[in-house]
């Protein structure tokens, strides 16, 4: 009788695979449109940044004026 020092698992029915045919959820369409539009916020989040930054270093620029005035 031979020892065996690991042993492989088997399954005695076949895989399941699912058809990929008409399946539900997106299609490649609309996960195009998806990411379009996710890039889309996404650059439009970056603009909103941008614009609140540069109004911020404005701002800091026109109380550092007022103040080298002031003095």
Known sequence: MA???YRTATTTYP???PVL???VGA???R????KIQLDSNITR???FVLIKSIQIKT???ELENLLIISK
Do not use: N, P, T
Not at 31 to 34: D, E, K, S, W
């Open 3 to 5: 020892s065996y020092s």
């Open 15 to 17: 895989c399941y695979v």
């Open 21 to 23: 045919g008409d399946s």
């Open 27 to 29: 299609g490649r369409m």
């Open 31 to 34: 996960l195009a449109i998806a």
């Open 45 to 47: 989040i970056k603009h």
């Open 59 to 61: 701002k800091q620029m």
